[in-house]
């Protein structure tokens, strides 16, 4: 049976996002994209993917290498052109759902998901935490699509019923993302990461991302890649892994890089709180994706 690739059925133009820099983007057959909502462990597979591609070297400016591509600013032309010129083999970030971006057929993709509470937790860190000059680069810039991002509510309890009842506001549609991932989970050039599981067993995950890629293994310097792919390490040096050295954040780059802890929300929310979000998991995107975004477990009959 013929392989059916995704296509780009829509544009997707926000405040944060503007996909038709894609429609612009070539395409190297050993290109890597990987696919998140946000603040799902993207900065963290930047740099287990920079790390395997360099072997274990320090000090890689690891958010210059790997772009948001889809992010408004700086203009697209700006961006393409630092692709273009690029000679390492290319890992490139995105926060689209499936149908808005161009998809190859050669390129690797990894998805990275993680529970949405936890999500949550670490976006209101990230929204209350954001300076004048983040605010600038995405309601005072030219392009500007819909609304300006608003300032955070008062608390990360009221952002987060926000976020459910307003479909990912302020930011974008979670369900619409994990479900148009999940449902291409199939495809040979796709694979599917939990950040729970790599917080439990980081060097396996990493071995399984580096067989995917088809990166050899066996003269990796395993000691600094764990160390480099380490949080104690990637705090210690978030400038380098944080987009503008973390210039658009209270704190800078450390501000960010956070905590990287899952359960925050555990002893805030009401077991009838944190039902509303597994409920609304079921009904979104199915038992089986809800399942897997919640634990990290795809069982065989689902993989099947």
Not at 26 to 50: C, E, L, N, P, V
Not at 147 to 161: A, G, T
Not at 228 to 253: N, Q, R, T
Not at 268 to 279: C, G, H, P, R, V
Request: charged letters at 25%.
């Amino acid at each position: 049976m013929e392989t059916q690739w995704p296509q780009k059925t829509r544009e997707l133009q926000s405040n944060h996002f503007d996909s038709t820099i894609w429609n612009d983007f070539k395409f190297r057959d050993d290109d890597i994209i990987i696919g998140t909502y946000a603040k799902s462990g993207t900065t963290w597979m930047q740099q287990i993917i920079s790390q395997l591609i360099f072997n274990g070297q320090a000090g890689l400016p690891v958010a210059d290498m790997s772009p948001w591509l889809d992010l408004r600013v700086p203009p697209a032309h700006i961006k393409l052109e630092g692709m273009e010129g690029q000679a390492h083999r290319r890992f490139i970030k995105t926060h689209l759902p499936v149908d808005a971006l161009v998809y190859s057929p050669k390129a690797k993709y990894i998805y990275v998901a993680r529970d949405g509470r936890d999500v949550v937790w670490s976006l209101y860190n990230h929204h209350v935490t954001a300076n004048d000059k983040w605010y600038e680069a995405l309601n005072d810039t030219p392009g500007l699509v819909g609304p300006p991002i608003p300032k955070p509510v008062d608390s990360v309890v009221q952002s987060y019923h926000e976020w459910l009842e307003k479909d990912g506001y302020p930011w974008w549609s979670y369900w619409e993302n994990i479900s148009s991932w999940w449902n291409i989970r199939h495809l040979p050039n796709l694979k599917l990461v939990h950040f729970a599981n790599l917080k439990k067993d980081m060097e396996g995950e990493i071995r399984a991302v580096a067989d995917f890629l088809e990166i050899p293994t066996d003269n990796l310097d395993w000691e600094a890649v764990l160390q480099h792919c380490s949080f104690d390490y990637m705090k210690a040096h978030a400038e380098a892994s944080v987009p503008l050295g973390g210039i658009l954040w209270e704190g800078g780059a450390k501000s960010f890089i956070h905590k990287g802890n899952n359960g925050r929300w555990r002893d805030m929310l009401s077991d009838e709180e944190s039902q509303k979000y597994e409920q609304l998991a079921e009904q979104k995107l199915g038992p089986e994706c809800a399942h897997w975004v919640k634990t990290g477990e795809i069982t065989e009959a689902i993989k099947d």
